[in-house]
Every structure is written in structure tokens, then in C-alpha cells.
């Protein structure tokens, strides 16, 4: 047996005043590869949870002292996750309800069944590292979503951590709006984080990525056979935040016949999955978000306002980084310790003159485009500086691409559209409606000229 094997299987605490049955149990736990330690009655027994910290209390009901309810009792104060198992040759009903009225996670009747035994610490065991798994993770996510971390100095980003702190512990909807990539996600989980549903679901779900009906079966779930490839009943994405917060992206894509069922939840906290009759009723904290001018949508009469009046209960307006240059030092860090990690590259910082460079820049595509061009920075750097020649040549100048290029006499002009369009696309991390709306063109038409250029070209663009 290695001397770490014990401690990988748990450590349990044996508590009986009848030293034949303690240290028998014992011999055969330790047999087992468990780090096991004894307690001759109740006291000693809550002196060895309180230095050894077991996973696991197997103690005797009837000790003198102080008896197994009151070392029940005590030990949970010290850590209440604790498992602890009351074994009595006097096995009344009411002396089990009693037990595991006050916390104990099972008992057993004395002269204890050895299998029985083994099965009950394999369970405690479980549900021990279950508990501990599942507050590491909240304790990451914690410490992934407090205000410190989601960079920002500027006074813009200290007000919307301001009104994050506010208003998190509400129930009421968010409206979070701003250019895309400026980190809408990521507030919206700091919301839900720091609200008392943080122990519940954060679910996501991006209006913009789904034809209408599968939008609609994704939000509120379907019944086998309500249409064509529907084999069993589904939970949509509301039934799963239940308790939760739901994170609506890109809301202003919702459909109209949409944005009425949503609207009816907004108002009766109840639905109906697609194709059933059913009425459940969610406890959801709608969370959305949006690049577009919903005022201009309701305007158009493609946007009910009704349902915009819900969903702005309190409104957040993230700043393009533009408008926050002072950040980009700091988020430059952020991305440079974080894909230099990643990379496993040694990589202290950036020079001065590409950091001015990067200030220089509008960003149009805001801290996603940041983090791009940082990324592709450090994997291009070769020693441990990111210095101006790891940054594509649009991150010089501030959003005027197209007057930069140099062109020779004789290019033609599909020549110098392609190397522009390419260009910017790079400098823009392939994102192309951002790159449309710099160059002022359609979307569609760089798709068709991508297709156009073939598989080099679109690589480029990626």
C-alpha cells in the first residue's frame, strides 16, 4: 500500500466505547486503504474531527460522555459538510429519524454488516467530493467574476461594475446593450454571480444562431412529436435556468411570433413546451442583450415594445473600447499573461511603441478584436516582448484601412479590392460584419468574394 493511496480513499473516523468492535472496524477500514483513526467515546471523538478532519464519522450511539446525537450535533458545527454514520444496537425508528432529522447521512444496526458498511462510506465518500467539486467550482467562479477581474479602470467601466453590485441581488430583467465584442457575456454572468441564484443554472442561449422554430423549441422546449424530428420530449432552455438566470444574446433577432410567447412568460412566469398543454411555472431571471437600437426596431415594427419595457427594467450600456483607451494596457496584460500560459510561451509584456500602437487604434471590433490580435501576438513573438512587428499593420492607425495600402501603378482594381478586403478582414480577426461596416459594403458581397478568392483567400480571413 503506498502512503498516499489512504488519503486518495478518505479518511474515517471510528467512534465506540467497546474497543473489540472499535478497533476490529478500524483494522478492517484500514485493510480497505482508508486513512482511519479511533475515539474511545463522544468527547474524544470531537477532539479527532476537530484535528484530523475526517470525510466520514461511523461512532456508536449509546457512549458515555456524550453520545452519538450530541457528537452529531457538534461535529457539524465544526464542518457541516461532514458524513457521519450512528451505529446502535438499540435501532429504534425513532432513534434513526431522529439522526438523520439532524444531519446524519445513514445508519446502521450493531452487530454491523461489513458489506453493508463499505457500501454506506463508498456512498458518503461521493457525496462528500460531490460537495467539494461543486463548491470549488462555485469558489472559481467567484473568483472569475469578481469586478477586479473583469478589467476596466476607466470611470465607464467603475460605474457598470457600480450598477452590476447594485442591482444583482434583484430579481429584476436586464437590458444590456453595446457594440459587439465588448463583453456583454461576461457582465451578465458577473450578474448572476453575484446574485443569491448563483448556485443555480447561468444558461445561454444566442437569439441570432437559430432559424425561428428552432429558436422557439430551444426556449421553451417541445413534446415528442410536435414536428418533424422531435423523437421525445425536450426541456427547453427557460425550464432549465429554473431558479436561474437565462442570458437571452442578440435578443433584437427574436422572431414577432417569438417576442409574444416571450412576452407572455415576461408576464406570467409560465409555459408551454411547443406541441404540449402543460402549464409549468419558472422562477427565471431573464438577463439579454444587444449590438442593435431596439428603439429602432420598434420604430421599423419589428420589435414590440411592449416587450422591450419588460426586458429594460434596468438597462447597461457597456462603452465601446474606443471610448475606453485607458483599459487597453491593462487588457493587454490580461491576454498576453493569459495565451502566453496557454502557449507556454515566456512572455513578460509589450513594448511601449506597439502598446502606443494599439492605443492608436479605434478597435471596431472592441476587446474580442483586442484579444485576437494579442493572441496571434504572442504566438508570432519570439522573444519575450511583443514588439510592433507581431501586430497585424491595421492595428496602427485609427479605422482608415483602405487609405493606408500602398499600391504600385498597374494593380488592377479586383487586385487592390482583394488586398483590402483581406486586410481589413485580418486586422478585424476575420469578423466580417465588422469588417463591412469599416469598408461600407455588405456583408454578403465579402462572403462572395471570399468563395470568390478560394480556400487561400478565406483562410486568410479566418
Given at each position: ?8 480513499r478518505?479518511?474515517?473516523?471510528v ?6 468492535a ?8 484500514t ?18 474531527v ?5 470525510d ?12 452519538g ?7 457539524l ?13 438499540f435501532?429504534?425508528?425513532k ?9 446524519a447521512?445513514?445508519?446502521?444496526v450493531?452487530p454491523?454488516?461489513l ?12 457525496g462528500?467530493?460531490l ?10 467562479l ?15 467601466m467603475?460605474l457598470?461594475?457600480?450598477t ?5 441581488p ?14 456583454k ?14 448556485d443555480?443554472?447561468?444558461?445561454v442561449?444566442?437569439?441570432a444562431s437559430?432559424?425561428?422554430t428552432l429558436l422557439?423549441s ?5 413534446e ?8 421525445g420530449r ?10 436561474g438566470?437565462?442570458?437571452l ?6 422572431p ?8 407572455r412568460?415576461?408576464?406570467s ?5 411547443v ?9 427565471v ?13 420598434i ?15 434596468i438597462e ?6 474606443r471610448?475606453?483607451?485607458?483599459d487597453?494596457?491593462?487588457?493587454s496584460?490580461?491576454f498576453i499573461?493569459?495565451?502566453a500560459?496557454?502557449n507556454r ?5 509589450i ?19 483586442l484579444?485576437?490580435?494579442i ?6 513573438a519570439?522573444g519575450?516582448?511583443?514588439?510592433q ?20 501603378a498597374?494593380?488592377?482594381?479586383g487586385?487592390?479590392?482583394r ?16 469588417a ?15 468563395k470568390?478568392?478560394g480556400?487561400e ?6
Open positions: 500500500m503506498s502512503k498516499t493511496q489512504p488519503d486518495k478518505g479518511r474515517i473516523l467512534v465506540d466505547d467497546e474497543k473489540g472499535r478497533e476490529a472496524l478500524a483494522d478492517i477500514l485493510e480497505d486503504g482508508y486513512q482511519v483513526s479511533v475515539a474511545a467515546d463522544g468527547v474524544e471523538g470531537f477532539e479527532r476537530q484535528a484530523d478532519a475526517p466520514v464519522v461511523i461512532s456508536d450511539f449509546k457512549m458515555p460522555r456524550l453520545d446525537i450530541n457528537l452529531l450535533r457538534k461535529s458545527t465544526i464542518d457541516p459538510d461532514l458524513k457521519f454514520v450512528l451505529m446502535t444496537a435501532g429504534t425508528i432513534t434513526a429519524v431522529e439522526a438523520m432529522k439532524l444531519g447521512e445513514d445508519y446502521l450493531k454491523v454488516n458489506e453493508e458498511v463499505q457500501i454506506v462510506i463508498a456512498r458518503c465518500l461521493k462528500r467530493r460537495v467539494e467539486e461543486a463548491r470549488g467550482l462555485r469558489e472559481r467567484d473568483e472569475k467574476y469578481r469586478f477586479d477581474n473583469i478589467v476596466g479602470n476607466s470611470p465607464q467603475q457598470v461594475f457600480k452590476v453590485e447594485q442591482i444583482a434583484s430579481r429584476s430583467n436586464v437590458l444590456i446593450t453595446g457594440e459587439s465584442g465588448t463583453g457575456e461576461l457582465i451578465a454572468q458577473a450578474i448572476h454571480q453575484h446574485s443569491p441564484r448563483k443555480k443554472a447561468f444558461v442561449l444566442n437569439c437559430l432559424t425561428e422557439e430551444e426556449l421553451f422546449g417541445h415528442k412529436g410536435s414536428f418533424t424530428g422531435a423523437t425536450r426541456r427547453g432552455r427557460l425550464e432549465q435556468a429554473d431558479g438566470t437565462l442570458f444574446d442578440e435578443v433584437g433577432e427574436v414577432q411570433s417569438t417576442q409574444v410567447k416571450l412576452l412568460f415576461l408576464q412566469r409560465e409555459i408551454e413546451r406541441g404540449g398543454n402543460e402549464v409549468l411555472k419558472l422562477d431571471r431573464v438577463v439579454t442583450a444587444t449590438h442593435r437600437d431596439l428603439k429602432q426596431l420604430e421599423s415594427e419589428t420589435f414590440r415594445e411592449d416587450l422591450f419595457y419588460r426586458l429594460n427594467v447597461i450600456g457597456l462603452p465601446p473600447l471610448e475606453r483607451k485607458g487597453i494596457p491593462a487588457l496584460d490580461f499573461r493569459r495565451y500560459a496557454e510561451k515566456q512572455i513578460t509584456g513594448e511601449e511603441a506597439a502598446l502606443q500602437d494599439l492605443i492608436r487604434y479605434d478597435w471596431p471590433g472592441n476587446i474580442r478584436e484579444e485576437n490580435i493572441e496571434r501576438a504572442v504566438v508570432l519570439g519575450k516582448r511583443i514588439t512587428d507581431n501586430l497585424p499593420e491595421l492595428a496602427v492607425e485609427p479605422g482608415k484601412a483602405a487609405n493606408r495600402f500602398q499600391f504600385t498597374g494593380v488592377t482594381l487586385e487592390a479590392e488586398e483590402i478586403i483581406l486586410r481589413t478582414l485580418d486586422a478585424v480577426g476575420g469578423h466580417v460584419p465588422r463591412a461596416e469599416l469598408l461600407g459594403i455588405s456583408p454578403r458581397k465579402i462572403y462572395y468574394r471570399l470568390e478568392y480556400h483567400a478565406r483562410s486568410k480571413a479566418s
